[in-house]
């Protein structure tokens, strides 16, 4: 059924025995076997009376509509179909930040029947050059001011058509002139529901980049589940926050989300907690969805702001320290939503609604959705009971031709790589990253455990905590590495400070052997931890 001339995807999905067991158990999960997204979460919005309704908006003044959105996502489409041998199936790289034309391109890639492969503007060559062989880019939609590492990467690489964003100065062949001489009126592809949508990458946190593809559908289903079930927003809402759209914490929160809900978001190209904190106190946000590292530094300036308009701030990437839930809750009086989530599954899957948020708890699981924690051999374990967390849903991983599936799924399960524990009560309780398990001395030590404990000093600003392989003793260890804040002095001293006052937080045993400073850690572009750059660092 699919209405891709162009199979490059469909060939390249993960074999039927490898693919997760997909649930559909509430009834709005239920879709017809041809829905394109954009023509449900877009042009259904405008031809529902909409269009005149506030949709995105960025500083400067920019205020688009639905029905600007609509228009300019067609003409896009247009521009695409006509001048660039575009054909349904062919993936499109999008390089841009956050802006109203970037959401505009993306929504003309799907109508089109494209595949949208979206990228951070931090991204080098190589990078680029990574993805768009792994994906056999077609075209590219490229910000001018990013176009330097884009030609270097696409050095070499034939057949492959470029349109460059050229912002308020359109010059000839840019895609704004092009728009221009475009019709605004463009018939949506006919798209099947299980025809991939975007490919999107992995942050990298654990290496090499993975490749995970979406349907159409799966884009609905993370609007029917985790927004309306969990989020629960209002039309009046203006959504803000720092994850690009090319991942899809962003792509959901600050795209997805807003529009499944009739209101609006505010797009800015860059977004860190200053930032943010302005745009609140300036644009009257109401829901933000940033990292946990980035709600730490605004809860120590968020009483300089008039945040009064907040009302909704969702977590993720990485575990949601419970004193940094606290400071937040002190500073400002919000709760903030912890979830999991990943790229594979497209959105979160654990994390519940603000009257039933338990602080230092990921949450229940999503409605749509069911989690077991399992042993290695993947049977269910009673609650209490530490093990690998399992996840099936209307959403699941299907990498693009990569041996990895098979560990990412298992018998219909997907399995995030995450050390869980539940409740009596349905909750999730986080203990680590599955690969951040630390043996030693006999001792199975969390390394989010630790750094709970050592992030609760008032001189910690970030803290890591990994596990080492001591040669000598043919043993591992535990190892922090601590950036100060500003003024604190990185000593020895210190350094002991810290770990007797781990170990009157929890058990000596897991306090930290070694202590490293450092002026700021390892992270992706979506503040996610990446705690392997730190396990290959020589110990001191």
């Not at 990574?130 to 001018?144: G, R, T």
């Not at 409740?423 to 001792?443: E, F, H, K, P, T």
């Given at each position: ?458 001189d910690v600003k970030e803290v890591a905590v990994v596990g080492q392989r001591d040669p000598a003793k043919e043993t591992n260890f535990v190892k922090a590495f601590v950036v100060l804040v500003e003024g604190c002095a990185a000593t020895s001293a210190k350094a002991d400070e810290l770990r007797e006052f781990c170990k009157a937080q929890i058990a000596p045993f897991k306090a930290p052997r070694e202590i490293e400073f450092l002026s700021e850690l390892p992270r992706t572009e979506t503040g996610k931890l990446q705690r392997y750059k730190l396990r290959d660092r020589p110990s001191s």
């Amino acid at each position: 059924m699919t209405a891709h001339l162009d199979r490059f995807a469909q060939e390249r999905l993960p074999p039927t025995q490898e693919l997760p067991e997909l649930r559909f158990d509430l009834p709005e999960l239920r879709y017809p076997d041809r829905v394109n997204a954009a023509t449900r979460l877009l042009d259904a919005r405008v031809e529902s009376g909409d269009g005149a309704r506030r949709c995105l908006v960025a500083p400067g003044g920019v205020c688009w509509s639905y029905a600007d959105l609509r228009d300019a996502a067609n003409r896009i489409a247009n521009v695409l179909v006509e001048t660039t041998a575009f054909e349904p199936g062919n993936r499109v790289l999008l390089r841009a930040p956050n802006a109203p034309m970037l959401a505009a391109c993306w929504f003309a890639v799907l109508k089109a029947g494209g595949i949208a492969v979206t990228t951070v503007p931090q991204y080098r060559a190589t990078e680029l050059r990574f993805i768009m062989e792994k994906a056999q880019v077609k075209h590219v939609l490229c910000d001018s001011r990013l176009r330097e590492e884009l030609e270097v990467a696409c050095s070499g690489r034939g057949g492959v058509r470029t349109l460059y964003l050229n912002g308020d100065v359109p010059a000839a062949g840019s895609l704004e002139s092009l728009m221009r001489d475009a019709s605004p009126h463009f018939a949506n592809v006919e798209t099947a529901a299980e025809d991939v949508a975007l490919v999107a990458f992995t942050s990298g946190t654990t290496g090499t980049p993975k490749a995970a593809m979406h349907y159409h559908r799966d884009l609905m289903a993370i609007c029917d589940t985790y927004c309306d079930r969990v989020l629960q927003p209002r039309r009046d809402d203006l959504f803000c926050g720092s994850p690009p759209l090319a991942f899809t914490f962003g792509l959901g929160g600050l795209l997805l989300f807003p529009l499944h809900a009739g209101a609006a978001t505010l797009l800015l190209e860059k977004a860190g907690p200053m930032e943010l904190l302005e745009a609140i106190a300036a644009f009257g946000v109401t829901t933000i969805f940033t990292a946990p590292v980035a709600y730490r530094t605004m809860a120590a300036k968020a009483l300089e702001y008039d945040l009064s308009t907040l009302r909704a701030c969702i977590s993720a990437g990485e575990t949601l320290p419970k004193v940094v839930s606290e400071q937040w809750y002190a500073a400002t009086g919000l709760t903030i939503l912890d979830g999991i989530g990943s790229t594979e599954m497209l959105h979160i899957f654990v994390g519940s609604p603000q009257h039933e948020v338990r602080v230092g708890s990921t949450g229940r699981v999503v409605p749509g959705y069911v989690a077991e924690i399992h042993d290695d051999a993947g049977h269910a374990v009673p609650d209490g009971t530490v093990g690998r967390l399992a996840v099936k849903g209307p959403t699941g991983c299907k990498y693009l031709q990569d041996e990895r599936q098979r560990s990412y799924v298992q018998g219909g399960w997907n399995y995030p790589g995450d050390a869980y524990r539940r409740d009596a009560n349905g909750y999730y309780w986080y203990v680590s990253r599955m690969d951040d398990m630390i043996l030693s001395a006999g001792y199975n030590i969390s390394g989010p455990e630790v750094e709970q404990a050592l992030i609760a000093h008032p001189d910690v600003k970030e803290v890591a905590v990994v596990g080492q392989r001591d040669p000598a003793k043919e043993t591992n260890f535990v190892k922090a590495f601590v950036v100060l804040v500003e003024g604190c002095a990185a000593t020895s001293a210190k350094a002991d400070e810290l770990r007797e006052f781990c170990k009157a937080q929890i058990a000596p045993f897991k306090a930290p052997r070694e202590i490293e400073f450092l002026s700021e850690l390892p992270r992706t572009e979506t503040g996610k931890l990446q705690r392997y750059k730190l396990r290959d660092r020589p110990s001191s």
